[in-house]
């Protein structure tokens, strides 16, 4: 599977920004599906993750009640819906995929498809 990031661009600290992740090549109806986020001198951190039949959810603590992870596995897409973003918020947002598991892995080394990342810069 192919998967593809994009709406990523430059917003003011508590604005509002909606990433899209859509996949090609086959249907992501049987993935997990993730956002990882990489920072200036930070390693690669899991964001939020999603299950495949969307019934299951799973935030990092620094985004939960900001940030909201979707799927709409009819359009092979999935989605970051990230309000009122701080400063710290900034960096190269990546989705990931990892197919026939039951739970959302954390850990960046389980997933095995990537996409390339989208930027995000949270200005004051």
């Known amino acids: 599977v192919q998967l593809q990031a994009f709406g990523g661009g430059l917003v003011q600290a508590g604005g509002s920004l909606r990433l899209s992740c859509a996949a090609s090549g086959r249907s992501i109806r049987g993935d997990v599906m993730s956002w990882f986020r990489q920072s200036p001198g930070k390693a690669r951190e899991f964001v939020a993750g999603?299950?495949?039949?969307?019934?299951?959810?799973y935030y990092a603590d620094g985004v939960k009640g900001r940030f909201a992870v979707s799927r709409d596995n009819a359009k092979n897409t999935a989605y970051l819906q990230m309000n009122s973003l701080k400063e710290e918020d900034t960096g190269i947002y990546y989705c990931a995929a990892h197919y026939g598991r039951s739970t959302i892995p954390i850990i960046s080394g389980a997933y095995l498809y990537w996409g390339k990342g989208t930027l995000v810069t949270v200005s004051s």
């Open positions: 999603i299950g495949s039949t969307a019934d299951g959810q």
